[in-house]
C-alpha cells in the first residue's frame, strides 16, 4: 500500500481488505440449537471471564495461544496434543499457555454436550472473549465456528511455520501471505502485542551488541534502551520478562502502534513494521485513528481463524483437548 495514500484513503483501503463476510463451512452461530439448550458461546465466556477476574495475562495468552495454532496447520487445535515431538515441545512454544483453560470449557461442554463442539471452535471463541475483557465492548466481533480438530501435530512444523520475533518487514509479510493474509493484517495482527510480555532473551542483543556493534539499536529509543537494560542484565542468568507496550501494557489498545513509531517498539519485528515503507502507512492510520483498530483488529483476527480449517467431515471431535481421539 502506498505510503501517499491519505488517512481516508488509506482506512477505506484497510476495511476493503479486512472484510471477511464468511469462510467455507464457517458460520456465525454454527453451534446454535445442537446443544442440548446451551448457549455453547456463553458457556465459553463464563469460563474466561471467571479467569480474567483472577489473572488478566490470560488475554495475550489466549491470543498467543490462537495465533500460535493457526500458524501451524491452521487453525485445528494441533497445538493442544501432548506427546512427545508434537508442537507445544517446540521452542517458541515452550512458554505459551492457556490450555488448562481450554480444558476447563471443554469438560464443561462435553457434560452438556459430549462429542458436538471443537476445540478448535473454544480457541478461537475464548480469544475473541478474552480481548473484549481487555479492551471493551468495542472489540466484539462475531465467532464464525463449525471447526474441526486435527490429528497432526508436529513440532519440527511449528519451528519452520511460526514468525520470528527479530523478522524484517518483509519476512514478517511473507510469513503471513503464505497463510492467505495481506501485509495489513500483518500490522493488524502484530497488534496483538498491544498486551503481554516477552522475555529478555528475545531482546539482550538489542540493548547490548546489536549486529555485534557493541552497543544497543539505534532504532530504538534511548530512554527504552535503559528502562530495560535495568530488567535484562547483560550477564543475568534469570530470563526476566518485560512488557511487550509500556503505555498501556495490560489494555488492548492502538498504544502499540504509538509506541512504535516512537521508537519504543520492544521486538525487533515490530519496529520493522513501523519504518518499512510496506506498512509504517498502515501503522501510522492505526496510530492516528484509534476509533478504527477494534473493528479493523476483529476482522483481521476473523480472517486468521480460517486460516486452513477443517470442516464438516474432516478432522475430529476431540473428547479430550489433548489427545486425538481413537
Known amino acids: 500500500m502506498a505510503v501517499v495514500l491519505g488517512a481516508s484513503v488509506l482506512l477505506l483501503a484497510l476495511l476493503c481488505i479486512a472484510f471477511v463476510p464468511s469462510h467455507g463451512a464457517l458460520q456465525v452461530g454454527f453451534y446454535s440449537g445442537k446443544c442440548n439448550g446451551t448457549d455453547v458461546e456463553a458457556a465459553i465466556r463464563s469460563v474466561v471471564a471467571a479467569r480474567f477476574g483472577r489473572d488478566s495475562s ?7 495461544l490462537h495465533f500460535h495454532d493457526c500458524f501451524v496447520r491452521g487453525c485445528d487445535a494441533s497445538i493442544l496434543l501432548d506427546g512427545s515431538g508434537t508442537e507445544k515441545t517446540a521452542p517458541p512454544n515452550l512458554s505459551v499457555r492457556g490450555y488448562d483453560l ?9 457434560s452438556r454436550c459430549p462429542g458436538v463442539v471443537s476445540c478448535a471452535d473454544i480457541i478461537a471463541v475464548a480469544t475473541r472473549d478474552a480481548v473484549v475483557l ?3 465492548s468495542q472489540y466484539t466481533y462475531a465467532v464464525q465456528t463449525g471447526r474441526r480438530d486435527g490429528v497432526v501435530s508436529l513440532a519440527s512444523e511449528a519451528i519452520s511455520n511460526l514468525p520470528g520475533a527479530s523478522f524484517s518487514a518483509s519476512q514478517a509479510i511473507a510469513a503471513f501471505g503464505a497463510k492467505g493474509l495481506s501485509a495489513s493484517d500483518t500490522v493488524l495482527l502484530l497488534g496483538g502485542h498491544t498486551v503481554g510480555v516477552t522475555h529478555c532473551s528475545f531482546i539482550r542483543n538489542r540493548l547490548y551488541n546489536y549486529n555485534g556493534s557493541g552497543k544497543p539499536d539505534p532504532t530504538m529509543d534511548p530512554a527504552l534502551v535503559n528502562l530495560l537494560r ?4 547483560q550477564s543475568s542468568t534469570v530470563d526476566n520478562t518485560v512488557f511487550l507496550d509500556h503505555s498501556t501494557p495490560s489494555t488492548v489498545d492502538n498504544g502499540y502502534y504509538k509506541q512504535i513509531l516512537a521508537k519504543r517498539g520492544v521486538l525487533k519485528v515490530d519496529q520493522n513494521i513501523a519504518m518499512d515503507g510496506a506498512t509504517n502507512a498502515t501503522v501510522r492510520s492505526l496510530a492516528n485513528g484509534g476509533s478504527s483498530f477494534p473493528s479493523l483488529f476483529g476482522r483481521a483476527m476473523v480472517k486468521m481463524g480460517a486460516i486452513q480449517v477443517l470442516t464438516g467431515a474432516q478432522g475430529q471431535i476431540r473428547k479430550s483437548c489433548r489427545v486425538v481421539k481413537k
Not at 535495568?230 to 542484565?233: A, K, M, V, Y
Open 230 to 233: 535495568s530488567r535484562c542484565p
Open 58 to 64: 490470560i488475554v495475550p495468552a489466549l491470543l498467543r
Open 134 to 136: 481487555g479492551g471493551g
Open 102 to 110: 481450554i480444558d476447563q470449557a471443554k469438560t464443561a461442554l462435553e
